[in-house]
């Protein structure tokens, strides 16, 4: 069992690239009769998962981290890694794709600005480090034409918006704290 578990969080992204290409082929059964906001919050999953092959590939993101934080610091291991990305995104994104249809629509916003922060977050290392880093240009290709389109779709409070700000930075932050 121990070993199956290690293999899972090894190797997850590929798999959720793989399901993630599955769920673009099949957005034209899934979608249908639902609003543009409802549409774009389902694309959120499957365009996160093709920035976490870009990010997660060969394990590099992990790697950069740690070489980044230096050997006085804990780092990112295999298991951060997998629970961030399968337990915080995809059940996160599952859950809000679930209560944009049956709840309200201004869910969506939780799927906006887990997009938005993590692009501004890989923006803003690329620039502080004068370099590319795991992630970035999904980040800048898919995360930001998607997120600003649902943030225009959304229709959400501006309660709402920081309320999904605010969770999303805590996911983040929660990260960066486990890694030092």
């Known amino acids: 069992m121990r070993f199956a578990i290690k293999r899972l969080a090894t190797h997850w992204v590929y798999g959720g690239f793989l ?5 673009f082929l099949l957005t034209p059964i899934f979608v249908t009769d639902h609003s543009i906001l409802e549409i774009l919050t389902y694309l959120a999953l ?3 998962m093709m920035h976490q092959y870009e990010e997660h590939d060969a394990d ?9 934080l230096g050997p006085s610091h804990r780092g990112l291991s295999i298991y951060d890694v997998f629970i961030v990305n399968v337990i915080f995104v995809w059940l996160t994104l599952g859950i809000v794709i679930d209560l944009t249809l049956r709840l ?3 869910w969506s916003s939780v799927a906006a600005w887990l997009l938005l922060v993590n692009a501004a977050v890989h923006i803003a290392q690329a620039i502080v480090l004068k370099r590319y880093n795991p992630g970035l240009l999904t980040a800048i290709v898919l995360f930001i034409p998607l997120g600003i389109g649902l943030i225009g779709e959304a229709n959400a409070t501006l309660l ?4 999904a700000i605010g969770f999303v930075v805590l996911l983040h932050l929660g990260i960066v704290l486990r890694a030092l």
Do not use: E, K, S, W
């Open 46 to 48: 499957p365009t996160y």
């Open 104 to 106: 309200d629509p201004q």
């Open 19 to 23: 399901v993630g290409l599955i769920l």
């Open 60 to 68: 590099r993101f992990r790697l950069f981290v740690n070489t980044l």
């Open 160 to 163: 709402q918006h920081l309320a």
